[in-house]
């Protein structure tokens, strides 16, 4: 693959709460950009500032050089890459496709040779840092494929992400991102426990939180959804679904690589709970209500 033009003509699929905000920095960053999504009124934002509107993830395809996609899981991706009305349908030779969704590594595998077979480039370039990181375009982006194809998107990776990390061949970015996830929920577990027990004593956690932040113990999750659970608000926009999701994808590849995740599985636990409770929009923190009311 050449160089990415400093006005490339871009596409991007799926405009949800982390596609919409970075399909704007792409666009905001002088790039033409054709977009497609099932909900058209997620794409009148974007289409007032210059972008256009598509019918089918083909037409995005064949307006577009590099297509970045951003859906919910692996059939998805499937879905809009290979099925009727698909990129596959529209995209030239030499298009590349840069999948931001979370999904099973074998899976990317899967899609990436299925695009070569086309002529069709692949990166699965996981993200981390969520909706607010993707508005502020610093998000951790983690990129599985090849060398050559990630070295000639990184200009249009940078409009995205602070931090921007080859990992290794395709499906190596969903490995990265697996990990990711394992380090969010078990600490998020662990998050919850401490203010459970400090409560139950008698403590309040805020002052708890402030030392804790101070010294080994301090992490994003600590910051960010310690708040949260102290205030029994769980309307934030990580939701816990697409963690129970991806929990889901890093035991799958344990048990393939006969390996034992005990911390991993005992979160899995914990949001299949959630799940089964209605809580697949709230907020992942709202783990905290499933260990609060429990026996």
Do not use: W
Not at 19 to 40: D, E, S
Not at 71 to 94: F, Q, S
Not at 170 to 199: D, F, P
Not at 230 to 237: A, E, H, L, N, P
């Amino acid at each position: 693959m050449g160089r990415v033009p400093s006005v490339a003509k871009l596409g991007f699929i799926g405009l949800g709460a982390m596609g919409t905000p970075m399909a704007a920095n792409l666009l905001a960053a002088g790039h033409v950009l054709a977009v497609y999504t099932r909900r058209p009124a997620s794409a009148e934002a974007l289409v007032e500032a210059g972008a256009v509107a598509c019918a089918s993830a083909s037409e995005v395809a064949s307006r577009s050089d590099v297509i970045f996609t951003v859906v919910t899981d692996t059939e998805a991706v499937e879905t809009v890459v290979l099925r009727a009305g698909g990129i596959v349908e529209g995209a030239r030779p030499g298009t590349t496709v840069i999948d931001h969704s979370t999904i099973a590594p074998a899976g990317a595998r899967r899609l990436a040779v299925a695009l070569e077979r086309h002529g069709v480039h692949m990166l699965d370039a996981p993200v981390s840092g969520g909706v607010q990181g993707a508005r502020n375009a610093t998000l951790s982006i983690m990129v599985g494929g090849d060398r050559a194809v990630f070295d000639a998107c990184r200009p249009l990776l940078a409009h995205l992400g602070k931090t921007i990390e080859y990992i290794g061949p395709s499906g190596a970015g969903q490995v990265a991102k697996a990990c990711n996830q394992i380090c969010i929920v078990v600490n998020q577990l662990g998050v919850a426990e401490a203010i459970l027990l400090a409560e139950r004593a008698g403590v309040s956690f805020e002052p708890v939180q402030r030392a804790l932040m101070g010294g080994f113990a301090a992490s994003r999750i600590l910051e960010v959804q310690a708040p949260k659970m102290m205030s029994r608000r769980f309307d934030g926009q990580i939701e816990s679904r697409l963690h129970h999701k991806d929990i889901l994808i890093a035991l799958d590849m344990a048990r393939q690589l006969g390996l034992q995740l005990p911390a991993s599985a005992l979160a899995a636990d914990v949001l299949t709970k959630l799940q089964q409770a209605g809580g697949a929009h709230l907020d992942s923190a709202a783990v905290f209500s499933v260990l609060e009311h429990s026996r």
